[in-house]
T-cell receptor, first 116, second 118 residues
Framework: GAVVSQHPSWVICKSGTSVKIECRSL??????MFWYRQFPKQSLMLMAT?????????EQGVEKDKFLINHASLTLSTLTVTSAHPEDSSFYIC????????????FGAGTRLSVL | AQTVTQSQPEMSVQEAETVTLSCTYD???????LFWYKQPPSRQMILVIR??????QNATENRFSVNFQKAAKSFSLKISDSQLGDTAMYFC???????????????FGTGTLLAVQP
């Protein structure tokens, strides 16, 4: 149980285009989802917290208009990188919390974004 | 604000030996959770072990155990009988207890890269 699916696992796009990353909780309802960014050999940096049916709460320094987060259902959250540029190239990871076990986050496998 | 510090960027251990990874944290909260997550080369984050701050007993999960010293704000991970599959980046993480049924964010340390040598 507690499986989180993240798609795609790797995406390459041209500079200026937008990319959408999906995060799904497969066997539980996720009241809260989190989006992280990880640079090579570094720790996870929280970008935003997403509660179902509410606007996402962004961490300081994260551009809301650049990284659009939608959490329209209890099993799906999406992160859209708008007008991507090479500096947006990174590893993006989502996590989800089961409403029955609020103190545990289950992670997706991550998405590697490469912007050319 | 809470901080998590892992002072060992890299460690190495021989297969079947025991290794201890260090983690300290700073908080003014009294109720919180502490975690160790493992990130192997696949980059999938895997929960290794967790500890509730109100519990004095140290958590154990098979070969993994913690030494939780609340007063010292220390939370070390001991891996016994190390296996090649334990090779990974290990992150210590802190979560403030959030009342109301929601989940609070994780604050991660910088990680310790553990290499298990054959």
């Amino acid at each position: 149980g507690a499986v989180v699916s993240q798609h795609p696992s790797w995406v390459i796009c041209k500079s200026g285009t937008s990319v959408k990353i999906e995060c799904r909780s497969l066997d539980f309802q996720a009241t809260t989802m989190f989006w992280y960014r990880q640079f090579p050999k570094q720790s996870l940096m929280l970008m935003a917290t997403s509660n179902e049916g509410s606007k996402a709460t962004y961490e300081q320094g994260v551009e809301k208009d650049k990284f659009l987060i939608n959490h329209a259902s209890l099993t799906l959250s999406t992160l859209t990188v708008t007008s991507a540029h090479p500096e947006d190239s990174s590893f993006y990871i989502c996590s989800a919390a089961n409403r029955d076990q609020v103190n545990i986050q289950y992670f997706g496998a991550g998405t590697r974004l490469s912007v050319l | 604000a809470q901080t998590v510090t892992q002072s060992q960027p890299e460690m190495s251990v021989q297969e079947a030996e025991t290794v201890t990874l260090s983690c300290t944290y700073d908080t003014s909260e009294s109720n919180y959770y502490l975690f160790w997550y493992k990130q192997p080369p696949s980059r999938q984050m895997i929960l290794v072990i967790r500890q509730e701050a109100y519990k004095q007993q140290n958590a154990t999960e098979n070969r993994f155990s913690v030494n939780f010293q609340k007063a010292a704000k220390s939370f070390s991970l001991k891996i016994s009988d190390s296996q090649l599959g334990d090779t990974a980046m290990y992150f210590c993480a802190f979560m403030k207890l959030f009342y109301g049924g929601a989940t609070n964010k994780l604050i991660f340390g910088t990680g310790t890269l553990l290499a298990v040598q054959p």
